[in-house]
């Protein structure tokens, strides 16, 4: 199975046929995908002007995607690095059990559904980068009122995700699933209140 490199290579070579390269960049999604395979997708197209359906895009188009996706590539990969250490530290000094924060960075490991987004076609609009740039630097400092993403207070509790974890809070600005680490549990719990909310008036 080709690695992600690999994969990156056939996009960007130029005597390769149109719908291959295109179909190799999708595979890149298999490694490395943000928000989950699709809204990861919708996203690239959307940013560098690609149809979602075309089999034969522009191949500066194509470059500039996958350009945007191995910079949060590395951005994520030194995250993971750093990750590592440190629970390589914690098990050093004899912290073996992991917290909440290890649970939800487990899901993530390899860079797939790091700030899953449900519906495909709601993604954060800033730079893949830069929206893990912002994710990862809450996950280190202390947890907020807001989606660490786009700063909207606006979070709802979701119990019928399309993947795991099948509930959590979402925020209703970019439409990520926010990291439970990076919240107050009083805006989890304006979270939960919202949900009950949302079932009252649908009544």
Do not use: N
């Amino acid at each position: 199975m080709a690695g992600f490199r690999s994969l990156a290579r056939q996009v960007r070579d130029p005597r390769g046929d149109l719908a291959l390269r295109r179909y190799s960049l999708r595979k890149c999604l298999e490694r490395f995908a943000p928000y989950g395979h699709r809204a990861t997708w919708d996203h690239l197209c959307a940013r560098h002007g690609i149809g979602p359906e075309d089999r034969a895009p522009d191949p500066e188009r194509l470059i500039g995607a996958l350009e945007e996706l191995e910079e949060a590539r590395a951005v994520w990969l030194a995250y993971e690095a750093g990750f590592a250490e440190r629970r390589r530290r914690e098990k050093h000094g004899g912290l073996r059990r992991p917290g909440s924060f290890d649970d939800w960075h487990r899901r993530t490991w390899g860079g797939r559904d790091i700030a899953p987004c449900d519906d495909p076609a709601v993604h954060p609009d800033a730079p893949l980068a830069e929206v893990l740039g912002r994710l990862i630097s809450a996950l280190g400092g202390e947890p907020g009122p807001a989606c660490p993403v786009c700063a909207a207070t606006e979070i709802v509790w979701r119990r019928d995700l399309d993947r795991e974890p099948w509930y959590g809070p979402v925020c209703t600005g970019c439409g990520i699933l926010v990291p439970r680490p990076v919240l107050t549990s009083e805006a989890v719990e304006r979270a939960h209140r919202s949900r009950g909310e949302r079932l009252a008036s649908a009544a």
